[in-house]
């Protein structure tokens, strides 16, 4: 199979036209087609179905992209591997991790990372959906759970307690639950039922202390312990929340101390073409030293 060929063919794959693929390759619109062409003449079946909104891979088409996104994915880790100082880290490193730990704990801590390793380019997406670091959409992850697929490397950074807070200003207005059964009388912010989330059972607040017979309803859903986290900040009321994240606030206030949340355990995980990677062994052990000076479980 012509590389070039199928160069071109994982590039129309990936844009979904011939002229966006054109425009990553720095080729023409009719150069790109005639590439496609050739590669499905020479493979004697269709690669895509061309229609007037764009092109749609055919079965075929389909079983040759995930092959070829395959090899150029572990290409490009092998370049970034190659590429890398042996004094200096360097090269791009693309880290994932939930919205939530990203955008509040992590980011801040970033500036540090940067000024002692300036070489390394670091980008940062935060998902509460696991991105597939097998097929490099990311090359490290943050995760809250354990890491399912066998070919990944994972290391236990840290278990984060959940408790239960308020702003000072809602409970000025309407009081402080001393015993779970008070939460009857009090504004909840939950999750949402029926919505996947990053954790296991984050609704368990929302039940605490609850008759069967009187279900308690929420204030507000939100499907995102991000967002849970800005609504209680703006003393909308009662939340469950990750420790570190009231800590990171500096103004929440801890409320039914008797009350813990479900713990969950967080690693670092990245694939195993990666293990001798220096820019993500540097930036393993960062994390364990923020982790362990910032008191995050």
């Excluded at 090359?139 to 236990?156: C, T």
Aim: some cysteine; proline content about 7%.
């Amino acid at each position: 199979m012509d590389w070039d060929k199928l160069r071109v063919f994982h590039a129309v794959a990936e844009a979904g036209s011939f002229t966006h693929a054109g425009e990553s390759l720095n080729l023409s619109q009719s150069a790109v087609s005639r590439q496609i062409s050739a590669l499905e003449e020479s493979l004697n079946v269709p690669l895509f179905h061309r229609h007037a909104r764009g092109l749609i891979l055919t079965e075929q088409g389909e079983l040759l992209y995930r092959t070829a996104r395959d090899i150029f994915g572990k290409l490009a880790m092998t370049e970034a591997l190659l590429s890398e100082s042996k004094d200096r880290p360097s090269g791009p490193l693309k880290v994932t991790t939930t919205i939530a730990f990203g955008s509040t704990w992590l980011t801040p801590r970033l500036r540090e990372f940067k000024e002692l390793y300036p070489e390394i380019q670091l980008s940062l997406l935060v998902d509460d959906s696991e991105l597939d670091l097998s097929m490099r959409e990311a090359d490290v992850a943050i995760r809250m759970s354990a890491p399912r697929q066998p070919d990944l490397v994972q290391r236990h950074l840290v278990t984060i307690h959940f408790h239960v807070y308020a702003m000072p200003e809602y409970l000025k207005k309407y009081g402080t639950p001393r015993r779970p059964e008070d939460l009857d009388d009090h504004r909840i912010i939950i999750y949402g039922e029926g919505i996947r989330a990053p954790i296991a059972n984050p609704n368990w607040l929302i039940e605490a202390g609850a008759k069967p017979e009187r279900p308690r309803r929420p204030i507000l859903e939100v499907n995102s312990t991000y967002g849970i986290y800005r609504a209680c900040l703006s003393g909308l009321g009662i939340a469950a929340l990750p420790d570190y994240l009231a800590q990171e606030s500096g103004q929440l206030v801890r409320i039914l101390p008797e009350l813990d949340g479900p713990p969950i355990d967080a690693f670092f995980v990245y694939p195993e073409e990666l293990r001798n990677s220096k820019r993500i062994a540097v930036f393993r052990d960062f994390l364990i030293r923020k982790v362990a000076e910032g008191k995050l479980g």
